[in-house]
């Protein structure tokens, strides 16, 4: 009789084992079929960058359907960051995406060690210690901005075999918002691809000191374009460079290349191409990692140290948005894609030549490009913060 009640135990036993292991495998796949996704910025759609990182989420939307559901905090403030997040997680948010340089993600990941935080790299970011749950992202742009000065060097070129200008004239102005490295890098790596077609041209830029002001851009571009700038370039919030080029058009010769948005509609007559940073492969595969519940460093393509994640065309997180076919030179779509597959093959080093590069903070500290600069190498936050010597002139 004892014998037969401890088979009859262990019967139970192995089938109640059995049936929990089920059911919590049920569990967790219904769990799993629903990721709720939160996006944060520091701006709204109206703003060029703001408007290209939430494209993702429409992406998103298509892409998943009924197994997301999606939660937005736009114009959030430094001050409000950590209250926003608050209540992202609190609405059942499984990854959080946040576009912003306030340190509150960082913190929050660690008081939330369920849920997934993703930032946009910055120096806050990245250089701050996080948990598993605390993750860091960026594409390598300056390959992009590289490929946008090469359409601009195409255009200067044909102004000056045509007699439109002189040699001595190929000036080129910038718009950025802050004298930060991700601008910095921007601007320099923009200006190289110009001096690969153009090695006359010397650039002239300017900051705006605000994230998005669509006067303040304009009037820099204004004046930048009234000195004889004929390439107006921006890493800023707005279209107001665009718009001043526009304005100017028929008036004086210039012409604009964008960043993140295609303003072809804001500047018909002038604008020239937009490269674009694409955060569809970063985005999509971090929720399919939730999804699976796989470390996200695992499922998205890059380049990976850690818990962050950084990627160029090689893995199409940039792209260059439509040619204005009616105002590029000829030849240019035929050798950008020369440029992008050069990139992409690691046969083009873009911050490399004969190139003295100045600290703007310290102008004794210096570097020289003959050797190369490692841009992005172990890090997706973009590092270059230096000044070409003679080619290159800030005011702020």
Not at 304 to 315: C, H, K, R, S, Y
Request: hydrophobic content about 40%; proline content about 3%.
């Amino acid at each position: 009789m004892k014998r037969y009640y401890l088979v009859t135990f262990l019967i139970c036993f192995a089938v109640l084992t059995a049936f929990s292991f089920i059911y919590n495998i049920w569990e967790e796949k219904v769990t799993l079929d629903l990721v709720r996704v939160g996006f944060l910025s520091e701006n709204d759609e109206m703003t060029v960058n703001t408007n290209n990182f939430i494209q993702s989420r429409n992406t998103l939307e298509k892409e998943f359907q009924e197994h997301v559901e999606i939660f937005t905090k736009a114009n959030v403030g430094n001050d409000q960051t950590e209250e926003a997040l608050m209540e992202l997680v609190h609405s059942g948010c499984n990854i959080i995406f946040a576009n912003t340089r306030s340190n509150a993600v960082r913190v929050a990941a660690r008081n939330n060690p369920d849920v997934q935080f993703c930032q946009i790299s910055n120096a806050v970011a990245v250089n701050s210690k996080g948990g598993d749950n605390f993750h860091t992202f960026n594409a390598r742009s300056f390959e992009a901005h590289y490929a946008g000065g090469v359409v601009a060097g195409l255009k200067l070129r044909e102004l000056i075999d045509s007699g439109v200008i002189t040699a001595d004239e190929a000036l080129v102005g910038y718009v950025g918002s802050y004298q930060t490295a991700e601008v910095i890098s921007g601007f320099t790596s923009f200006y190289l691809g110009v001096h690969s077609v153009v090695p006359e041209a010397l650039m002239r830029v300017r900051f705006s000191q605000a994230l998005s002001n669509f006067l303040v851009e304009k009037n820099i571009a204004k004046e930048l374009i009234d000195e004889g700038c004929v390439i107006i370039a921006q890493n800023s919030g707005t279209t107001g460079p665009a718009a001043a080029c526009q304005d100017a058009a028929g008036k004086k010769t210039v012409f604009h290349v964008g960043f993140n948005q295609n303003m072809i509609d804001i500047a018909p007559s002038v604008s020239l191409v937009s490269p674009r940073i694409n955060w569809d492969p970063y985005i999509s595969g971090a929720v399919q990692a939730v999804m699976n519940n796989m470390p996200i460093e695992e499922v998205v393509s890059g380049n990976v140290n850690g818990n962050d994640v950084w990627a160029g065309f090689d893995q199409g997180w940039l792209e260059m948005l439509e040619l204005n076919d009616n105002v590029v030179s000829k030849g240019t779509v035929t050798e950008v894609n020369r440029v992008i597959e050069a990139i992409k093959k690691g046969q083009i080093e873009v911050f490399k030549g004969s190139f003295i590069g100045e600290n703007p903070d310290d102008p004794r500290i210096v570097t020289d490009l003959r050797w190369g600069y490692p841009e992005n190498r172990s890090s997706s936050k973009p590092n270059f913060h230096y000044l070409l010597r003679d080619l290159i002139t800030v005011e702020n």
